[in-house]
DNA sequence: TCAATTAAGTATAATCATTTTCAAATTATA
DNA sequence: TATAATTTGAAAATGATTATACTTAATTGA
């Protein structure tokens, strides 16, 4: 955490940025939920907890200097709010998101599974690639699971019944 | 144009909703700006050259219902608005978008990309695809072939000096 | 050291996209 | 035709984000 800290620390100072009290306690909240995706008020209430003094504005300000750095990349799923996620440590491309329409949750892959792709892009579309957002939207393996349990035990009732039948 | 507007109509009916003229009007400027990307604003501003007297809620409410039943899909480049997509006829996804960071231009890839990678989502996060946003961020084909133009130009610039120098 | 400059922060107001409300208009149903 | 349900338009409300005005903290350089 100090070393992910200080680190930051170091990519803000090379471009003469600081790292204020507030930025400080922005990234940490970051840090801390680091496989949450929160919204700029969800940073803001956090943030509050530690240090009930910050603004809102401050938040914005910070999440807009820290996506410019690329620290952190911004994404949006469709709900009408950005959300800020931070950028692994020696991540080349952003990550890649699994967002379930049952659920609501949003699982990340790591995994980079567009070098191929990417290339095709250049190759046959001439556009040189420098970043991407990739989201799957379906059904994540926890809601998979329940359906599955449930269809075990429709079909358990239904065998129950079947003697009575015959 | 005119079979296409009955097919949709078709989809409405089948959800029980009705095809209004302000709908139609809305679908028809979607039908003749489908390769652009038009925010909920555009659409309205076109829509009134032809249909005054429509709202713009209503705009809102039609783009709505269009994407409900996929007919159009919602997308967002991340610039604070949401556009709208018509999907193409016998699409099975959604077709992903190349965003030029140099001059704003959104060019469009039919082509399917993602075969491959879905099966790897579905077989190894254990996560049912059902649909997709892919976005690649970077530098069209004409903003590289000017750069390269004036790569070339430079280079003549500096084929003129050499000779002063010697 | 200390005044001057600059960067950053806070609170509040303003903006802008989108949604909601509600009365009027249209369309379907009995 | 009367009645109910759907859809619309105008205006107001909402909610996220950005801009403004002022304050505070940090930096500079006589
Ligand atoms: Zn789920
Ligand atoms: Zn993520
Ligand atoms: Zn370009
Ligand atoms: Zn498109």
Redesign the interface.
Known sequence: MEGRINRIKKQLHAQKYKLTPQREATVRVLLENEQDHLSAEDVYLLVKEKAPEIGLATVYRTLELLSELKIVD?I?F?DGVSRYDLRREGASHFHHH?VC?ECGSV?E?QED??G???K??ERK?????????????????RC?EKHEEENRLNKEKEFEKEPEKV
Chains 1, 2 share one sequence.
């Open positions: 911004k949006n469709g699994l329409i699982d892959i599974l567009l191929e792709v990417e095709v892009v579309w001439h556009f040189k690639v420098k970043d991407h957002r990739l989201t799957f939207h379906g059904i994540c393996h998979l």
